[in-house]
């Protein structure tokens, strides 16, 4: 690899981390709130309630862990790659979160959102056809 192809490879590779870490969280998120059931009661006892079974469930810790690992990857392609690069191209979230929610979830998704996901891949696959960098460094 030559170095002018070192920043794309190092980009690409923070950027499907993203994608990792910012699915896996929203999925963590969700099976940890299913398992809690919905809040039904806005009393400070019921809220309460809701605070010490939110933060004492693995699956929303697992879900904060990730988002934090979201952060610092992004936080870390950003100081190199274009915010308007970085953030379309991790919008193919939007792409592998119904995937998530249908096959391991078992939700059904319905055909607009299937054509939604298409269109988002095609979206995220423009982007890509970029340069991350396209700001002149002094």
Do not use: C
Not at 38 to 58: E, K, M, Q, V
Request: a positive charge; hydrophobic letters at 55%; glycine letters at 10%.
């Amino acid at each position: 690899m030559n170095s002018s192809q070192a920043p794309l490879v190092k980009t690409s590779i923070l950027i499907t981390l993203l994608v990792v870490f910012g699915s896996a969280g929203n999925i963590f998120f969700s099976v940890g709130m299913k398992r809690i059931g919905a809040l039904h009661d806005w009393s400070l006892t019921a809220l309460r309630s809701a605070f010490f079974a939110i933060f004492g469930n693995l699956w929303i810790w697992l879900g904060i862990f990730s988002m934090l690992l979201f952060l610092a990857s992004l936080m870390l392609v950003l100081s190199w790659a274009d915010f308007s690069y970085v953030l379309p191209a991790t919008a193919s979230m939007y792409a592998v979160v119904p995937l998530l929610g249908h096959f391991v979830l078992g939700e059904s998704v319905a055909g607009p959102r299937w054509v939604g996901v298409g269109l988002i891949s095609l979206g995220v696959a423009l982007v890509g056809r970029t340069p991350p960098n396209t700001t002149k460094k002094d």
